[in-house]
């Protein structure tokens, strides 16, 4: 496998900074392009010698602000896009406490476990199980590339747990800001964190 940078994707038009968007395609908002440009500013200097990203419009945008600065095709996976939140896409939490208020206790609770479903969306079991495609793809890379994907929060969070060889209920033990950066090496014995949820590129914004 490789080293990896783990972005999560901008702000969007649809404040995913305040509100749950899963399936929504939903562009970068002005501010989302500014902090994708202080991405692609951050990592000029690195070798970068693929990226994916999800085939989302806030993550492919910012993948792509950022592959500017490299001269390199963005690969786009569906298997990237993040979880699905099923009845409660596009809420925010104080919405679904009045609509959902069992749900929303659980919500708060970092110790819900990987068989936590969003009502009519997806499981933390079933990202998983489609993100283990794409940890296919990655193993496809030498220890000597530097690969970059840009997805989601939920996605980032999975793959972190995944290619550390930690269970999956340990996702909600994670936060990550949007268009942060996270670094990982990877390797035939692990993998291991070398940055996590890094947003001092965004300091003057």
């Known amino acids: ?11 969007t038009e649809l404040k ?33 010698d693929a990226i994916y ?4 419009k806030r993550a492919r945008m910012t993948a792509e602000i950022i592959a500017s600065g490299h001269q ?12 699905d939140f099923g009845e409660i896409e596009g809420l925010n939490m104080e919405e679904v406490s009045q609509l959902f208020p069992e749900l929303a206790v659980r919500m708060k ?10 009502p009519g969306g997806e499981s933390l079991d079933e990202l998983g199980n489609r993100l283990s495609s794409f940890l296919g793809r990655l193993k496809k890379h030498n220890e000597e590339e530097t690969v970059l994907v840009v997805a989601h929060y939920g996605v980032i969070r999975t793959l972190i747990c995944q290619l550390m060889g930690m269970e999956l209920r340990h996702v ?3 936060r990550l800001k949007l268009a942060s950066l ?11 964190l070398h940055r996590l949820n890094d947003t001092s590129h965004l300091d003057s914004i």
């Open 72 to 83: 390199l095709d963005v690969t786009t996976c569906a298997e990237l896009r993040e979880v």
């Open 1 to 11: 496998m490789s080293r990896l940078l783990l972005v999560r994707h901008g702000e």
């Open 172 to 174: 909600y033990h994670i």
């Open 53 to 56: 990203s999800s085939n989302l």
């Open 182 to 192: 996270s670094i990982m090496e990877t390797g035939p014995t692990g993998a291991i």
């Open 109 to 118: 609770k970092v110790d819900r476990g990987p068989d936590f479903r969003y």
């Open 16 to 48: 995913s900074s305040e509100r749950y968007w899963g399936r929504t395609d939903t562009k970068l908002s002005a501010l989302g392009l500014r902090q994708a440009e202080r991405l692609r500013d951050r990592l000029a200097a690195e070798r970068i």
